[in-house]
């Protein structure tokens, strides 16, 4: 599904450095996925105006994006998710599969995961947090709060607000790693309660 491109090119477009990359499925083939991709950054709006003068800045929000291709089993989504963190020079990835949050007993915090996990957030000091370019965000929602979904998770070197931390002997100069990635997917059914930790990130050094 080359998520790696897809991401690369949204982070030559925007020029901005990512915090973070969440993608999110339920688990029924040939569903739309949604990417999220967290940027940190600021903007200033115009005509809004502080008490000095000075623009106020607001956060730059969050783009949502819906892909929509062909896959008939989750290992095939996490396997192009696995290579994308792996050359964007990520530490780990993390899975988490979750049930259902429309059924009896679910507490309010899986609700709040659900929705964060398709896009759905509060504004921020009244304006949008999330850009949404996912016409069936809505629908997967809804979906995944019946059926469950999947959700993985990583932080990005190249490109990302992480390269000056980074302390990994893994990654090239430009925190990118050079593919194939030598972890594959193990078995994720989805619709239940469970988490999932890929480790991609090494140090050999003695760090003084």
Known sequence: ME??????????HMRLPLFAVSLSAV?????????????????????????????????????????????DALSLIEEDILDAAWQLGAWNLLRDERRGCNTIGAAAGEELACRQA????????GEESVLMEAPDGPDLMQLASRRGYVSWQFRPVHGGLWRDLAEDDTLGEEGLRKPPCPLRPRVCHGGKASRTEYRFGRVERIIL
């Open 27 to 71: 688990p029924f083939p040939d569903t739309p996925l949604l990417l999220m991709l967290h940027w940190h950054g600021f903007r200033r709006p115009e005509p809004d105006r502080g008490q000095n003068g000075e623009p106020l800045l607001r956060q730059v929000p969050a783009s949502a994006l819906q892909l929509t291709r062909r896959w």
């Open 3 to 12: 998520l790696f491109d897809t991401l690369s090119a949204q982070i030559r």
């Open 118 to 125: 398709f896009g759905d957030l509060p504004p921020i000091a």
